[in-house]
């Protein structure tokens, strides 16, 4: 069987030097044959969706369909989109791997997925890919050994261009992983938090990585990599709760001016 035929983009928030990118490039390449790299060209974790507004971006080509923009995720997409895919857009926007979980909160954080966020509102399939760490150690076994199977599973899901999908490998070895789990966004009983600076310096913070990583509930992405599982969470592009826009009407409408 041949390679698809779809062009795909590879793209993240830990630069375009990352372990965790190169693992996604080669697991796509296995199954495409329309491949492109375009990443930041430093590290712009934590980013979400962020854009530099007024600022300048440089593109910098570093092999044939391999660049890299100096700006945060989106810039990078944004930029890919109007300066290299004039002639045709990628088909799917594939982020990762993170360095790095991304579960529960850390989904509006994290540049890894809300580019993949973007991506799909400019009506491209998009999927984030992350690997949990523990104790700040990474563990690439999960992703390097499950990737190319999730990749390929997940792919010809009938998921429409208004959901993303958010996986998340968990941090034990291949041989370790306990199966797959279709979980919904959780939290975490702790939340990022702030400390005191090490360099001792009086009014200097910063934000702890180490966090209690038990989950608010167990029917969960948190607790579903908790328990050696791949964490498929599908994550809509739209935000407003319509669920209880009915409510609101019957309680608000009649009572707006005229």
């Known amino acids: 069987m ?3 035929q779809e062009r795909v983009l590879i793209i993240n928030d830990d630069g375009i030097d990352a372990h965790g990118i190169a693992i996604l490039e080669r697991a796509a390449r296995q199954q495409f044959s329309d491949v492109w790299v375009v990443a930041p060209a430093t590290h712009q974790s934590g980013k979400s969706r962020s854009i530099s507004l007024g600022g300048h971006l440089h593109l910098r080509r570093h092999d044939e369909r391999r660049y890299s923009v100096t700006g945060s995720p989106v810039d990078t997409l944004l930029t890919a989109l109007h300066a290299l895919f004039t002639d045709k857009a990628p088909d799917i ?11 529960g909160e850390d989904i509006g954080y994290s540049g890894t997925v809300n580019v993949a966020m973007e991506a799909a509102m400019h009506g491209m399939r998009a999927i984030a890919f992350s690997q949990v760490r523990r104790k700040r150690t990474d563990n690439w076994s999960a992703s390097v050994g499950h990737l190319d199977e999730v990749l390929e599973r997940v792919l010809d899901l009938p998921v429409g261009p208004e959901c993303i999908l958010n996986v998340n490998f968990p941090a034990v070895d291949a041989g370790q992983v306990t199966g797959w789990s279709v979980a919904p966004q959780g939290f975490r009983k702790t939340l990022i938090s702030l400390v005191d600076h090490p360099d001792g310096e009086r009014n200097t913070y910063g934000f702890g990585f180490e966090r209690d990583n038990t989950p608010s509930r167990q029917s969960s992405d948190i607790a579903a990599c908790g328990r ?3 964490a498929i969470t599908p ?8 669920a209880i826009l009915p409510f609101l009407m019957r309680r608000l ?5 005229k």
Not at 93 to 103: A, E, F, K, T
Not at 235 to 242: A, E, G, K, L, P
Not at 253 to 257: A, G, L, Q
């Open 253 to 257: 409408e009649d009572k707006m001016p």
């Open 2 to 4: 041949g390679k698809r």
């Open 235 to 242: 994550i809509r592009v739209t935000q407003s709760h319509d």
């Open 228 to 230: 050696g599982e791949i």
């Open 93 to 103: 926007v594939l982020s990762g791997v993170n360095q790095g979980g991304n579960l």
